[in-house]
Structures are given as C-alpha cells and as structure tokens.
Nanobody, 115 residues
Framework: QVQLVESGGGLVQPGGSLRLSCAASRSIFSFNPMGWYRQAPGKERELVARMHSVGSINYADSVKDRFTISRDNAKNMINLQMNSLKPEDTAVYYC?????????WGQGTQVTVSS
C-alpha cells in the first residue's frame, strides 16, 4: 500500500504558473509509470503527463511545451510544473502511480485558471 498526497493547486490568472507535487509514503523506485491526470467538470479523466522507469515521458498534446513532469527520488515525489496556463487547464489534477497490477491515486487538487 502507498498513500499519495498532492499539493500546489490553486487559482491563477491565464498565463501564470503553478507547480503541483505528489508525495508518496514510501520509495518511488518500484512504481512504473508515474504521472498526472486531470478531470474537468462534465469531462472524462485524461492523461496530462506520464513518466516511465526507462526514462520516456509522454505529454498530452494540449500541454506539450507548457508542462514539465519530474521526479525527486530523495523526497519520494513527482512534480508537475505548469507554465502559460490557460482557462481550459482548469480541472482537478490527480497523480497516479502503478506498481505491478496495483493502481494508486492521489486525492486530487483543484487548479483554476481564471482572470
């Protein structure tokens, strides 16, 4: 079992930046992949960014060149740096870790992009 705790959401103006973090309750070395999803009101949950243990990273087309996913092994954490935010980025963001056949989700953090 692992607990995932997200932080860093909030309200930001269009063009602004936010940094989300997801802290795991144990070492993240065994998890593959790790990533971020989001769900806007009335929409399906969608992949935002995902990293694999071999080093490959996937981004949704809508966030390429604006968002960056990273990991901090020492802190058992992954991060999502979000720049040039747009109103359409408004959603609840969830971190997701997979360990073999088990999927773990964070509780979600609200990101609202509005003027």
């Amino acid at each position: 079992q692992v607990q995932l705790v997200e932080s860093g959401g909030g309200l930001v103006q269009p063009g602004g930046s936010l940094r989300l973090s997801c802290a795991a309750s144990r070492s993240i070395f065994s998890f593959n992949p790790m990533g971020w999803y989001r769900q806007a009101p009335g929409k399906e949950r969608e992949l935002v960014a995902r990293m694999h243990s071999v080093g490959s990273i996937n981004y949704a087309d809508s966030v390429k060149d604006r968002f960056t996913i990273s990991r901090d092994n020492a802190k058992n954490m992954i991060n999502l740096q979000m720049n040039s935010l747009k109103p359409e980025d408004t959603a609840v963001y969830y971190c997701h870790f997979r360990d073999g056949q088990f999927d773990y989700w964070g509780q979600g953090t609200q990101v609202t992009v509005s003027s």
